[in-house]
C-alpha cells in the first residue's frame, strides 16, 4: 500500500512531511527501519481503515503521522531505550506541539497510543484505532527485526566454527 499516489492524503499531511524537524524522522532507526517509515505505515494504513468507517480521517492520518515524533535516536544506551518505551508518548507529544497545532483527538492519538504501558486511555475511537495498528504493524516490525539479528547471530557463529573445523 502506497501513499505515494493518494492525493488526498498526500494533502493532509502536506505541512507535517514540510517540517524540518518531521524531516529528522527520516534518520532515526525505528524497529530496524526508518522511524520516518514506521510512522508513514501506521499513519496511511490507519488513515485507510477510518475513511471506510466513517471516522475522523484527518485527525487520524496527521496523529498518528505524529505519534513517534521524538528526536532520541541511536545514541541512546540501551537500559534508555528500554525506559523510552514506557514515557515517549509524551515525549512525542511535546515535540508535536512544539511543531504544529493540534486538536483534541490528534493530542489523544499520541499521548495515548502506548496504552495500557503508557496509562493515558484513547478518548475517541480515532486513538483506539491508531493504537490497534500500530501494535499490529510494530509487532510485525520488531518480529522481523530480530529475526534479522537472530540471523546474523547466527551466521556469524557458523563461520567461526568453521574456521575453528578448518584450523
Ligand atoms: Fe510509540
Ligand atoms: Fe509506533
Known amino acids: 500500500m502506497s501513499y505515494s499516489n493518494d492525493k488526498e492524503y498526500k494533502r493532509i499531511v502536506k505541512e507535517i512531511l514540510r517540517n524540518s524537524e ?3 524522522m527520516y534518520y532515526i532507526e525505528h524497529h530496524g527501519i526508518s522511524r520516518w517509515e514506521h510512522l508513514l505505515k501506521i499513519s496511511y494504513y490507519s488513515y485507510k481503515i477510518a475513511k471506510k468507517i466513517k471516522l475522523d480521517y484527518v485527525s487520524v492520518a496527521r496523529g498518528a503521522l505524529l505519534h ?9 544506551s540501551k537500559k534508555r531505550k528500554f525506559l523510552d518505551t514506557f514515557s515517549h508518548p509524551k515525549k512525542a507529544l511535546k515535540t508535536s506541539l512544539d511543531n504544529f497545532t493540534l486538536n483534541e483527538i490528534e493530542q489523544n492519538i499520541i499521548i495515548s497510543h502506548m496504552y495500557p504501558i503508557y496509562p493515558v486511555i484513547p478518548k475517541f475511537k480515532e486513538s483506539i484505532l491508531v493504537d490497534i495498528v500500530d501494535k499490529i ?6 518480529l522481523r527485526e530480530y ?5 546474523y ?15
Open 147 to 151: 529475526k534479522c539479528k537472530f540471523k
Open 22 to 24: 518531521f524531516k529528522k
Open 153 to 167: 547471530r547466527f551466521n556469524y557463529l557458523f563461520v567461526l566454527l568453521m574456521i575453528f573445523i578448518i584450523n
Open 68 to 76: 513517534d515524533f521524538y528526536l532520541d535516536g541511536d545514541e541512546r
Open 137 to 142: 504493524i510494530g509487532g510485525h516490525e520488531m
